[in-house]
């Protein structure tokens, strides 16, 4: 069983629909707990960084944790066009390395 | 201002050349480091600085070598390099667990 699981997609939606995307995670040492976004050819960009079970919201934006489930969740509302991207989430247990899932690569369709 | 940058942007190199990745932040950060992307994968750490000493090496071959001048600054020199290092090498860095900022890469060509 792999640290992270994340479905990699390809998730198509319509624009204007809420989209939510998901990891499920074994080792419970991870504490913190990331999203990025990454465009094709560019580097990831770090939506939402939390380190608490619950919701943590910004903007259109917002980050789910679970520790009881080992489940987090990123909900984007109103999704837009350029909400198109793969979408990393991240883990650590509290020193320098982060954990990735594979990414979940998403289409918003105008 | 959250921006790491990197140059250069595109690197193309033969076998035989050494060449420098650069990577430069001024958010005061106190760790960076390198990692490797292949196409359709997620970011694979190579190495992690702490405070400007190497803490981290994910057993990555010696042709590349690692160097933190100072706090703020990054390089990874290139020797000797295989057609399948070609990749897009990201840097990053952070303050806090976790919360690492990545610059825009260095999209690497090795013929």
């Known amino acids: 069983q792999k640290e992270v699981e994340q479905d990699p997609g390809p998730l198509s939606v319509p624009e204007g629909a809420?989209?939510?995307?998901?990891?499920?995670?074994?080792?419970?040492?991870?504490?913190?707990?990331?999203?990025?976004?990454?465009?094709?050819?560019?580097?990831?960009?770090?939506?939402?960084?939390?380190?608490?079970?619950?919701?943590?919201?910004?903007?259109?934006?917002?980050?789910?944790?679970?520790?009881?489930?080992?489940?987090?969740?990123?909900?984007?509302?109103?999704?837009?066009?350029?909400?198109?991207?793969?979408?990393?989430?991240?883990?650590?247990?509290g020193d320098d390395k982060i954990i990735f899932g594979k990414g979940t690569r998403l289409h918003i369709l105008p | 201002d959250t921006e790491?940058?990197?140059?250069?942007?595109?690197?193309?190199?033969?076998?035989?050349?050494?060449k420098s990745l650069k990577c430069e932040q001024h958010m005061g950060h106190r760790a960076m480091y390198w990692y490797k992307q292949k196409a359709k994968k997620p970011p694979e750490l190579m190495f992690v600085y702490s405070y400007e000493k190497l803490s981290i090496n994910e057993s990555v071959p010696?042709?590349?070598?690692?160097?933190?001048?100072n706090s703020s600054l990054l390089n990874l020199h290139l020797h000797a390099l295989q057609p399948e290092d070609s990749a897009l090498y990201l840097c990053a860095s952070s303050h806090n667990t976790g919360e690492q900022f990545f610059g825009p890469g260095t999209r690497l060509t090795v013929l």
């Open chain 1, 18 to 93: 809420i989209v939510s995307l998901n990891c499920t995670y074994s080792n419970s040492a991870f504490q913190y707990f990331m999203w990025y976004r990454q465009y094709s050819r560019k580097g990831p960009e770090l939506l939402m960084y939390t380190y608490s079970s619950g919701n943590k919201e910004d903007g259109r934006f917002t980050a789910q944790v679970d520790k009881s489930s080992k489940y987090i969740s990123l909900f984007i509302r109103d999704s837009q066009p350029s909400d198109s991207a793969t979408y990393l989430c991240a883990m650590s247990a």
């Open chain 2, 4 to 18: 790491v940058t990197q140059t250069p942007k595109h690197l193309v190199m033969g076998m035989t050349n050494k």
């Open chain 2, 62 to 69: 010696s042709r590349f070598s690692p160097e933190c001048p």
